[in-house]
T-cell receptor, first 116, second 115 residues
Framework: EPEVTQTPSHQVTQMGQEVILRCVPI?????FYWYRQILGQKVEFLVS????????KSEIFDDQFSVERPDGSNFTLKIRSTKLEDSAMYFC??????????????FGEGSRLTVL | AQKVTQAQTEISVVEKEDVTLDCVYE???????LFWYKQPPSGELVFLIR??????QNEISGRYSWNFQKSTSSFNFTITASQVVDSAVYFC????????????FGTGTRLTVIP
């Protein structure tokens, strides 16, 4: 069964460092997303991406964050200068046709980011 | 503004018992979508169901059933004859767009099924 894959599964970084989280969405999907989950809290929307541009973003997704689809397969989330409060599990997701077909976002297993 | 409330933080049941997870939502839109996701200990988010606001028909899928009631803004999830593998955190979520671009998640209910 096709799946969304994310790397790394866990990354530890020093505050102020740049971090890139990588995702390989399901190959025929057109919409891509990043969500995050601070430990023990709810899952929060960060950004959606379609046709090589951001289609929607939340208040969390400030200038420190950026997304890119550099090579047609990977979908990356970059945090330019990490803060302690960026420590969270980051989930990548993809869907067909904006989710209209099944309404299902396929989530990856997440990348845990720990900022020290 | 959208809001999803899962008042039950944690629930424990003994295997084979039935359990209902509550979800109450708020939205100003007349068109919206409700979801349930399961997050097992491994951490991934597993899609369970989507329901649109025009379809109040209850749904059953094996041991899972969902009760959508617009009058009370609730979308409750029942697991019948619970099993240990059902132990997970369950999230209810709301989207006000057909594309589910922006899912608003509840805080989740941690279900523990005791053998």
């Amino acid at each position: 069964e096709p799946e969304v894959t994310q790397t790394p599964s866990h990354q530890v970084t020093q505050m102020g460092q740049e971090v890139i989280l990588r995702c390989v969405p399901i190959s025929n999907h057109l919409y891509f997303y990043w969500y995050r989950q601070i430990l023990g809290q709810k899952v929060e929307f960060l950004v959606s991406f379609y046709n090589n541009e951001i289609s929607e973003k939340s208040e969390i997704f400030d200038d420190q964050f950026s997304v890119e689809r550099p090579d047609g397969s990977n979908f990356t989330l970059k945090i330019r200068s990490t803060k302690l409060e960026d420590s969270a599990m980051y989930f990548c997701a993809s869907s067909e046709l904006g989710g209209r077909s099944t309404g299902e976002l396929f989530f990856g297993e997440g990348s845990r980011l720990t900022v020290l | 503004a959208q809001k999803v409330t899962q008042a039950q933080t944690e629930i424990s049941v003994v295997e084979k018992e039935d359990v209902t997870l509550d979800c109450v939502y708020e939205t100003r839109d007349t068109t919206y979508y409700l979801f349930w996701y399961k997050q097992p200990p491994s951490g991934e988010l597993v899609f369970l169901i989507r329901r649109n606001s025009f379809d109040e028909q209850n749904e059953i899928s094996g041991r899972y059933s969902w009760n959508f009631q617009k009058s009370t803004s609730s979308f409750n999830f029942t697991i019948t004859a619970s099993q240990v593998v059902d132990s997970a955190v369950y999230f209810c979520a709301l989207s006000e767009t057909a594309g589910a671009n922006n899912l608003f998640f509840g805080t989740g209910t941690r279900l523990t099924v005791i053998p």
